[in-house]
T-cell receptor, first 115, second 115 residues
């Protein structure tokens, strides 16, 4: 098991462009999370999937953000019309089980820079 | 809703000295508590967690933490640090009744171990 994989690791884009990130969770993990981490801050929850169902979205997730997990395996996070304020590290995590206490395993993140 | 306050943004220590990283939380419901470590350009790795039972929790790499309900604290300690412990440390909380293990993180404490 190679852990949670995120691609790309780095992305530089011009303001106004659309970007898409991919997350491959640990196989058989039914839960998948997206967090955003800006410099000097802790990660902030964005959204969460259980299998293919998106069960919770943060108010941080504006209409320009959309996340999918079509077959309950990998997930994509798309940001439309990027803004400089979107520059951050986007972290994906996965976990197995239904209990609240299940451990989340994090990927290495995708660092987005909007210029 | 929950919130986490990490009382020190930076903690410099010398190698082999003891260290304590402080974390206070606020919540209207019972919580689970976690400490994660993040090395440069890496994802987050779970150090330890408190779910229930003994208030003294032992984790990886010689770290331990003590849950104090009356003081709403979950401080992280290590009796003797190594250079390799230099990293960012995040305290996180999850409501026992919250869906999907959603974590609320503190802003992080940068631990720097000097020779």
């Amino acid at each position: 098991d190679t852990g949670v994989s995120q691609n790309p690791r780095h992305k530089i884009t011009k303001r106004g462009q659309n970007v898409t990130f991919r997350c491959d969770p640990i196989s058989e993990h039914n839960r998948l999370y997206w967090y955003r981490q800006t410099l000097g801050q802790g990660p902030e929850f964005l959204t969460y999937f259980q299998n293919e169902a998106q069960l919770e979205k943060s108010r941080l997730l504006s209409d320009r953000f959309s996340a999918e997990r079509p077959k309950g395996s990998f997930s994509t996070l798309e940001i439309q019309r990027t803004e400089q304020g979107d520059s951050a590290m986007y972290l994906c995590a996965s976990s197995y089980g239904t209990g609240v206490s299940t451990e989340a395993f994090f990927g290495q993140g995708t660092r987005l820079t909007v210029v | 809703a929950q919130s986490v306050t990490q009382l020190d943004s930076q903690v410099p220590v010398f190698e082999e000295a003891p260290v304590e990283l402080r974390c206070n939380y606020s919540s209207s419901v019972s919580v689970y508590l976690f400490w994660y470590v993040q090395y440069p350009n890496q994802g987050l790795q779970l150090l330890l967690k408190y779910l229930s039972g003994s208030t003294l929790v032992k984790g990886i790499n010689g770290f331990e933490a003590e849950f104090n309900k009356s003081q709403t604290s979950f401080h992280l300690r290590k009796p003797s640090v190594h250079i390799s412990d230099t990293a960012e440390y995040f305290c996180a909380v999850s409501g026992v009744q919250s869906s999907g293990s959603r974590l609320t993180f503190g802003e992080g404490t940068q631990l720097t171990v000097n020779p």
